[in-house]
């Protein structure tokens, strides 16, 4: 099992819809919870990051983390189609130093 | 402008042949990262360094090699000893040594072996 899983879509949404993408993890001293978005041939870059459990809201985005259940939820209001591209979940703090990705969901918004 | 610089974007290897990928970066961070992302995988760390000088292998540093004789700077040397070096590669920096919660990224250099 790994200790990170993400649907890897794709996922094709219409323009305006609310877009829920999910990772579970298996590691429960996970403690900082980060999505990235990378678009085709480019490399991530930091969207959100959460401690612990709780919400976190910036713009249309809201990161959720649900430590209890081990799934953590990002939330796109208002999709834009410049918000097709791939979504990976990163967590960090298991007792050492690594942080740990997953596979990535695609994303797909049309317009 | 702050940030990482990696190149070049993409590369070609003869089999056989050993290259050095560049990375630069100019945020004063003190740690840097080497990620390899393959199609359906997450991101898999070769190797990582928190200060100059000093270096830790990844999960899979296997075929791989690093230096890190200055702080901006974070070559990755893909030898012939990886079997399996198509890939595309990815540099990143944070300023916490110890957790990367806000790493920034290159833009990536695509390997093909030809």
């Known amino acids: 099992q790994k200790e990170v899983e993400q649907d890897p879509g794709p996922l094709s949404v219409p323009e305006g819809a609310i877009v829920s993408l999910n990772c579970t993890y298996s590691n429960s001293a996970f403690q900082y919870f980060m999505w990235y978005r990378q678009y085709s041939r480019k490399g991530p870059e930091l969207l959100m990051y959460t401690y612990s459990s709780g919400n976190k809201e910036d713009g249309r985005f809201t990161a959720q983390v649900d430590k209890s259940s081990k799934y953590i939820s990002l939330f796109i209001r208002d999709s834009q189609p410049s918000d097709s591209a791939t979504y990976l979940c990163a967590m960090s703090g298991g007792g050492g130093f690594k942080t740990i990705f997953g596979a990535g969901t695609r994303l797909f918004v049309k317009a | 402008d702050g940030g990482i610089t990696q190149s070049p974007k993409y590369l070609f290897r003869k089999e056989g042949q050993n290259v050095t990928l560049s990375c630069e970066q100019n945020l004063n961070h003190d740690a840097m990262y080497w990620y390899r992302q393959d199609p359906g995988q997450g991101l898999r760390l070769i190797y990582y360094s928190q200060i100059v000088n000093d270096f830790q292998k990844g999960d899979i540093a296997e075929g791989y090699s690093v230096s890190r004789e200055k702080k901006e700077s974070f070559p990755l040397t893909v030898t012939s000893a990886q079997k399996n070096p198509t890939a595309f590669y990815l540099c990143?920096?944070?300023?916490?040594?110890?957790?990367?919660?806000?790493?920034?990224f290159g833009q990536g250099t695509r390997l093909t072996v030809v």
């Open positions: 990143a920096s944070s300023q916490r040594q110890i957790l990367n919660t806000e790493a920034f």
